[in-house]
């Protein structure tokens, strides 16, 4: 029988599967391309030089034994690296590299019109000369550790985040992904870490991006040809931070190329820092080999703030600003703003705007006014114990039926309902829903909440049950 570039490396493929992980495998192996077989040389199509010097690097013994064993002992190797197109160059970029002197494996010398041998990576911030350019961190030097005060809600995820600081890549929060509601400090305690480490070790590569700046930037990539070096570039940053990560749901794209960015990142030492509204069970729309990775280090919590860190937090506050404000005053605040520490800070700045334009004194009342103003604003988070109850009343069941096991259409449906406004007004995780709703897990209240989305669209009837729950749920 005779071989063929494909058969051949089928079978290097088969033997290489059984010898390494299989998302080592997925990863670095089912991207490759048989392209020629000539004599005892294979020549296989890579995606980008990283990619095969990483393979070089780490697979090279693998790929000598493989082809050996189908190829005999003149067995040699040629790589053909297929790189993104220039823009109006229709011909696609390719260049031979022979494999390296550690393979034994010698390569063909084949002469193909290459215009750039070691094309510059290009920088998504518009850097050029990324090799010799000091790449800009996008941190904010004001949301540092000083301002990000400890307390029980925030503990775990401010001490592995200075753990982090201390020693990037060397630790086991790798990913250190920082999960909590809107308003909490995810964003500051993201930034705080990077400014620790730039501090802490100047010459490494930092680098804050949002995950909807970093879509936009891939995007371009797409458009302009030139995604293996917006790939490259991310690959060469020590410290990565993506700030809302639950942006990419739903992109397919944008997931592959961060899947890709974030293997070699990790698998190189580097450090990668996370934040998301929503812990990784309760993302939606994310590919399970993200998900995976997301889970490899630390996920940690920020939870709403207690009394005496809201306390601690307008005293800070105030100290920062230079600004003195009677006792009761910041009781009144801390008592009445709970859940948000972004709102907190922000009637504080009002305030004292107020007190200083109109040259009021800082006042129990001026602050009771700011705080009103501020709590109407501001969607009522309502409790899961109320969201049962309305939600039984306007069924006529009790609330132990409406968590009981049985299968019956109507009860079946207020529960799905009252899981599906629990997801959308409190801030509670889909397995703390599950949990308080009849010992449900997390998988039963997505499916709910998809459930009640569908029959919105088709069910007149059950249209007006959405409508009319939701208008006695925000009265």
């Not at 084949?110 to 990324?130: A, M, Q, R």
């Not at 809107?182 to 500051?188: A, I, M, Q, S």
């Not at 010459?203 to 040809?225: G, P």
């Not at 079946?412 to 889909?430: D, H, I, N």
Request: aromatic share 10%; glycine share 4%.
């Amino acid at each position: 029988m005779n071989k063929t570039a494909e058969s051949v490396w089928n079978n290097c493929l088969a033997f290489i599967e059984d010898n390494i992980t299989s998302q080592a495998y997925k990863t670095w192996f089912e991207p490759i391309k048989a392209v020629k077989l000539a004599d005892s040389a294979l020549s296989i199509q890579v995606p980008s030089k990283f990619f095969y010097e990483w393979l070089e690097e780490h697979y090279v013994k693998i790929l000598k034994v493989a082809l050996t064993k189908e190829l005999g002992p003149k067995a040699k190797l040629v790589y053909i690296i297929r790189m993104e197109n220039t823009y109006g160059n229709k011909q696609p970029f390719t260049e031979k590299i022979p494999s390296s002197n550690r393979s034994n494996m010698q390569s063909q010398e084949v002469d193909v019109p290459v215009k750039n041998k070691s094309p510059e990576l290009k920088n998504p911030f518009v850097i050029p000369g990324i090799r010799n350019v000091k790449i800009e961190s996008q941190l904010n030097p004001n949301y540092n550790f000083e301002n990000f005060l400890e307390g029980d809600s925030n503990r775990l995820a401010r001490s592995a985040g200075l753990a982090v600081a201390n020693k990037p890549g060397g630790t086991s929060f790798n990913p250190l992904l920082i999960f909590g509601g809107v308003g909490l400090g995810k964003t500051h305690l993201a930034h705080a870490i990077g400014v620790d480490i730039k501090d802490k070790y100047p010459e490494k590569t930092v680098l804050y991006i949002s995950a909807e700046k970093f879509t936009q930037q891939y995007i371009e990539s797409v458009r302009k040809n030139n995604r293996n070096d917006f790939i490259h570039f991310y690959q060469i940053i020590d410290v990565l931070i993506v700030d809302d990560i639950q942006l990419f749901s739903g992109k397919a794209g944008t997931q592959d190329v961060f899947f890709h960015v974030f293997n070699h990142l990790h698998q190189n030492g580097k450090q990668v820092i996370l934040t998301s509204d929503k812990a990784p069970v309760d993302m939606i729309d994310i590919e399970q080999r993200l998900l995976s990775r997301f889970k490899w280090g630390l996920s940690a919590e920020l939870n709403h703030p207690d009394y005496d860190t809201r306390v601690a937090i307008i005293e800070n506050k105030l100290y920062r600003d230079g600004v003195e404000m009677p006792g009761e005053i910041i009781e009144f605040l801390a008592n009445n703003i709970k859940t948000n520490i972004r709102e907190l800070e922000g009637a504080i700045i009002s305030l004292i705007a107020h007190s200083s334009f109109n040259k009021k004194e800082i006042t129990i009342e001026l602050a009771r006014k700011i705080v009103e103003n501020y709590v109407k604003h501001t969607k009522r988070e309502v409790s899961i114990d109320y969201i049962q109850k309305v939600v039984s009343d306007y069924f006529q069941m009790d609330v132990d039926t409406l968590q009981s096991k049985t299968r019956k259409r109507h009860i079946v449906q207020a529960r799905q309902l009252a899981m599906f406004f629990a997801k959308k007004y409190t801030k509670a995780s889909l397995a703390s829903i599950g949990s308080q709703i009849g010992q449900r897990d997390h998988a039963t209240v997505l499916h709910a909440c998809k459930t009640v989305d569908n029959l919105s669209s088709t069910d007149k009837q059950f249209r007006k049950y959405v409508e009319d729950l939701s208008k006695k749920l925000t009265l």
